[in-house]
Antibody, heavy 124, light 108 residues
Framework: QVTLRESGPALVKPTQTLTLTCTFT??????????VSWIRQPPGKTLEWLAL???????YYNISLKTRLTISKDTSKNQVVLTMTNMDPVDTATYYC????????????????WGRGTLVTVSS | SYELTQPPSVSVSPGQIASISCSGD??????ASWYQKRSGQSPVLVIY???KRPSGIPERFSGSNSGNTATLTISGTQAVDEADYYC???????????FGGGTKLTVL
């Protein structure tokens, strides 16, 4: 059974660095074509893709946020970690991690399992 | 950057067909996925690789992709289908995931 669960602080102050952890079960991030992505949704707004890490440890970032994001994985712990620096109130959102499939060339990623999401509020 | 454009809202009567479009350049080189998102819940994949339906998704959900537009069709729409729907694609040019702006489906 595939599950993903996000964890991290519910509240961060402006300028601080956010660290979120995605802990997953039921699949391996060493399997061909598999990736884990972070996606967020600010209140009342649309989904926004942030980053993806794949089975080959290749990393992909939203170009508009790339300078603030770092994604990494710990295969032995079945975890993917996202850090986002210099947090701002506009970063207030529910952050989701999701399993990506179909990452082999030609890539056509889609996300078949999602975590429940974690609400992060940025406020002083 | 690559953009996917969806209508902000679509309304449909129960039992009728709902069609939600997602337009973007060079769709022929990409594959569309669709997600249903109800308020307060996580997104659910309803269509992937343009036309494929994951197990557990009702047959009334179908997808197509031609020219510059991908379309999600819900046949025999039910009240339970009321949600926001997002299209998504992988853009190989920028090596990034792209989501459409979302469409609010209202079942009147």
């Amino acid at each position: 059974q595939v599950t993903l669960r996000e964890s991290g602080p519910a509240l961060v102050k402006p300028t601080q660095t956010l660290t979120l952890t995605c802990t997953f079960t039921g699949f391996s991030l060493t399997t061909d074509g598999v990736g884990v992505s972070w996606i967020r949704q600010p209140p009342g707004k649309t989904l926004e893709w942030l980053a993806l890490i794949d089975w080959e440890d290749d990393k992909y970032y939203n170009i508009s946020l790339k300078t603030r994001l770092t994604i990494s994985k710990d295969t032995s712990k079945n975890q993917v970690v996202l850090t986002m620096t210099n947090m701002d109130p506009v970063d207030t959102a529910t952050y989701y991690c999701a399993r990506g499939r179909d990452g082999q060339q030609p890539r056509k990623y889609y996300f078949d399992y999602w975590g429940r999401g974690t609400l992060v509020t940025v406020s002083s | 950057s690559y953009e996917l454009t969806q209508p902000p809202s679509v309304s449909v009567s129960p039992g009728q067909i709902a069609s939600i479009s997602c337009s973007g350049d060079q769709w022929g080189n990409k594959y569309a996925s669709w997600y249903q998102k109800r308020s307060g819940q996580s997104p659910v994949l309803v269509i992937y690789q343009d036309t494929k339906r994951p197990s557990g998704i009702p047959e009334r959900f179908s997808g197509s992709n031609s020219g510059n537009t991908a379309t999600l069709t819900i046949s025999g729409t039910q009240a339970v289908d009321e949600a926001d729907y997002y299209c998504q694609a992988w853009d190989s040019t920028t090596a990034s995931v792209v989501f459409g702006g979302g469409t609010k489906l209202t079942v009147l």
